[in-house]
């Protein structure tokens, strides 16, 4: 599985950026996709995740409310839709995925896209 990170670029506190990971190679019809972000000088964070075949959501607290991820199955994307961003959302996000969440870990990476918030 190739994962496809899309949509980042430079925003201002307040606005709204939405990212988008294609997962090419073979469908995710039972796993979980997420994303993580790593600010500069920082630890990499899980962000949150979807459960593809039954669409549950986890977010880490601090991007409660504010970011939604959602999947489209026809296209194989998940798309992260963040809103009412703020500098400290500035870093690199990464898309994840797992076959399945029995595995225990993330297997597949995406290559990062860059996401700055001015302030």
């Known amino acids: 599985v190739q994962l496809q990170a899309s949509g980042g670029g430079l925003v201002q506190t307040g606005d709204s950026l939405r990212l988008s990971c294609t997962a090419s190679?073979?469908?995710?019809?039972?796993?979980?996709m997420g994303w993580f972000r790593q600010a500069p000088g920082k630890e990499r964070e899980f962000v949150g995740s979807?459960?593809?075949?039954?669409?549950?959501?986890v977010y880490v607290n601090s991007v409660k409310g504010r970011f939604t991820i959602s999947r489209d199955n026809a296209k194989n994307t998940m798309s992260l839709q963040m809103n009412s961003l703020k500098p400290e959302d500035t870093a690199v996000y990464y898309c994840?995925?797992?076959?399945?969440?029995?595995?225990?870990?993330?297997?597949?990476w995406g290559q990062g896209t860059l996401v700055t918030v001015s302030s």
């Open positions: 994840v995925a797992t076959p399945s969440p029995a595995i225990g870990r993330w297997v597949y």
């Open positions: 190679g073979r469908a995710i019809s039972s796993g979980v």
């Open positions: 979807i459960n593809w075949s039954s669409g549950q959501t």
